[in-house]
């Protein structure tokens, strides 16, 4: 049997009890970065149903949105409950440099992972100079 004092971890399961949520904050963790012509985020989401993600952009906000049940049987007497659970989510803003209808996203070993394009319009691009030599006498 595990046992351990911690007086905190008794407070947060006394108001677990008593307003039915952890006093915790579930904070979903990422990284981003750009590569080549994408950026890229990873969000750490262990132990998540890749069924519970939710994705959807409006407006150039990336809403993402997991939620993560207890293993326990409800009867059960938790002796440690330190993996949070409940609804996770996030906002990311995204610039206008962005495709977001080419979103591409997956889901491997506890990490959400999106791929966004850089939008054509928004690529480096060489403009070619026209014109001639300048003709003398004219």
């Not at 069924?51 to 009867?75: F, G, K, M």
């Amino acid at each position: 049997m595990l046992m351990r004092t911690d007086p905190f971890r008794e407070f947060d399961r006394l108001a677990q009890q008593v307003f039915g949520s952890t006093t915790r904050p579930a904070a979903m963790q990422m990284d981003a970065y750009r590569s080549g012509d994408e950026l890229v985020v990873h969000f750490d989401l262990p132990g998540i149903d890749p069924e519970t993600i939710e994705l959807d952009v409006e407006r150039h906000v990336l809403n993402v949105r997991a939620e993560r049940r207890s293993q326990a049987p409800h009867d059960a007497e938790m002796i440690a409950a330190e993996r949070p659970t409940g609804t996770f989510t996030r906002q990311l803003f995204l610039g206008d440099t962005l495709d977001t209808e080419r979103i591409d996203a997956s889901y491997d070993a506890g990490v959400l992972t999106l791929r966004i394009p850089v939008a054509e319009e928004a690529k480096p691009r060489r403009i070619q100079i026209t014109g001639g030599k300048k003709q003398l006498g004219s």
